[in-house]
């Protein structure tokens, strides 16, 4: 299927996401046939460039970070559909130059990939060009805000020209095929939707781990850390999607309802009981995969007294029917040692064991959905040793059922998020973007635990580069007898 031509217009377009993620991304849905023909893409940003110099660096770009050969029959198809547009994006009067670029009779997809406080002037400036009417759709990439107060700003701003059915709010998770996965393997599998409560579920982790640290890009990290910059987004659109009530339908709104009831849920992290529930951290100097690495403070750039945390781990508990009695531990970080994203739910144990003394009680079933690297879903279960034994005794073994994505579909390319989304808006469907509410919420729920640290002014605890976070991250769950899931 293709979609209507559209406009295709890109902010920031010589931005380190553009680059890295979405040209590349808009170049494998041509390579796909995802695209339509007479779809076209104008690339702004404020430097002057010539049309061909874009090209190039385009063509570079998509070559460097698919690390692969470009398709030449694609390229030709692609390069034809790039323009650029040179625009200071806060001179308003400027923005006229975009008329040259789009036709009013197309649908229009502008996306925002610059920093968020440019949002407002965008919308301004695509105004004064008369460039607005009710059929364009704008996509906003994160952080919107850093906190509730400057999200309700930025959001209303973008709300002054555009309805809320026309914004696009990315969390780029949500495009994650093995994050989609979550939604079929709950409802399309009545051996895990009839067990999914307090009744049958002791806890659940979610992990999202990485062994990069900050990447150049100390400044922009610095003023946002791990909570802010993972907590907020990715982690709580896992948890919501994990703990949400069975939607009505696939539809937006059901989904993003049922999402927002489960933020509205969280039990609120302060003053009195941040200490017990969340572990902050900063690492240091240490080694990764066997090379050292500088501690967080001797990036280069670096702030020397900065508090700012590279790791958070929580738990999070909701206060509904379902999950009464059912934590959440939340678990992110840089500078770990593997780049794992996890979710790993913990069956509750039977109450009496049968079988031999090897287990003083039987271990516990888990179900491990691998959101990345190795994609595919796990589940422990035990099983008997088979053969004879003397004493007519059984032995049991923990054994896997497992599933790997690379096995099963081996033959299916695994899309990065971006193509997703980006498809997803030009079919205009909102159900993988995150409404207003749902970040407004999250925001609420973040605000009051880094509220909570701030007024204690203790600084991170350190963990060495390499390691899985500080100590205290370990006794949050071996305190309540638990331990923290480790991936193979
Ligand atoms: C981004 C964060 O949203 O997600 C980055 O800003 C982080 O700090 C990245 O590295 C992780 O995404 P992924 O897809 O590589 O897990």
């Known amino acids: ?98 008329c040259e670029h789009v036709d009013s009779q197309r649908l229009m997809v502008c996306y925002f990939a610059t920093p968020p406080s440019l949002f407002g002037d965008i919308c301004k400036g695509m105004d004064a060009a008369g460039i607005i009417d009710e059929t364009v759709r704008v996509v906003l990439e994160k952080p919107i805000g850093h906190d509730f107060k400057s999200s309700e700003v930025i959001n209303d701003q973008v709300a002054e020209f555009f309805k809320e059915r026309q914004i696009y709010r990315i969390d780029h998770y949500l495009g994650k095929e093995t ?74 709104d059901s989904i993003r309802d049922e999402k927002l009831k489960v933020l509205k849920a969280l039990r609120t992290i302060d003053a009195s009981n941040v200490a017990q529930k969340t572990v902050r951290g900063q690492y240091g100097l240490g080694f990764v995969a066997g090379k050292e690495v500088p501690g967080y403070l001797e990036e280069p750039d670096a702030i020397e007294t900065s508090k700012t945390e590279t790791f958070v781990a929580i738990k999070a508990e909701i206060d509904n ?38 287990f003083a009680s039987l271990p516990a079933n888990k179900l491990v959905i691998r959101l990345q690297p190795e994609e595919g879903v796990e589940v422990t279960v035990m099983n008997k040793v088979p053969g004879l034994t003397s004493s007519g005794s059984m032995d049991l073994q923990k054994s896997k059922l497992d599933l790997s994505f690379s096995e099963e579909f081996g033959d299916r390319r695994i899309a990065d998020a971006y193509e997703k ?68």
């Open 179 to 252: 994050v989609l996965n979550l939604i079929a393997l709950r409802f399309a599998n009545s051996i895990f939707a009839t067990n999914w409560d307090h009744n049958c579920i002791d806890h659940v982790q979610i992990s999202v781990s990485e062994s990069v640290g900050i990447e150049g890009r100390w400044g922009y990290f610095d003023s946002a850390g791990q909570m802010r910059d993972m907590v907020q987004n990715h982690l709580l659109q896992i948890l919501s999607l994990i703990a949400m009530e069975p939607p009505t339908t696939l539809d937006a």
């Open 321 to 358: 029917w379902r999950w009464s009695g059912v934590p959440f531990y939340l678990r992110t970080g840089k500078r770990l040692p593997a780049k794992v994203s996890e979710i790993v739910i913990y069956f509750k144990r039977q109450p009496h064991n049968l079988f031999s003394d090897s």
């Open 1 to 98: 299927k293709k979609y209507e031509p559209i406009d295709f217009v890109l902010f920031g377009t010589l931005g380190d996401l553009a680059r890295r993620k979405l040209l590349p991304s808009l170049y494998q849905l041509d390579k796909a046939n995802l695209l339509h023909a007479g779809t076209t893409i104008t690339g702004v940003a404020r430097q002057t460039l010539s049309n061909t110099k874009f090209v190039k660096t385009v063509r570079e770009n998509i070559v460097k970070f698919l690390g692969e050969e470009i398709c030449e029959d694609t390229w030709k198809r692609f390069a034809k559909r790039l323009d650029f547009a040179m625009i200071n994006m806060v001179n308003h009067e400027d923005y006229k130059k975009l």
């Open 421 to 488: 989304l980006l498809l997803e808006v030009m079919i205009g469907n909102q159900a993988l973007f995150v409404r207003r509410d749902e970040v407004e919420q999250a925001w609420k729920w973040v605000d009051s635990i880094m509220t909570a640290w701030n007024k204690t002014n203790e600084p991170p605890e350190p963990y060495q580069a390499g390691t899985w976070g500080p100590v205290s991250s370990i006794a949050l769950l071996a305190r309540e007898e638990r331990n923290w899931y480790e991936s193979k």
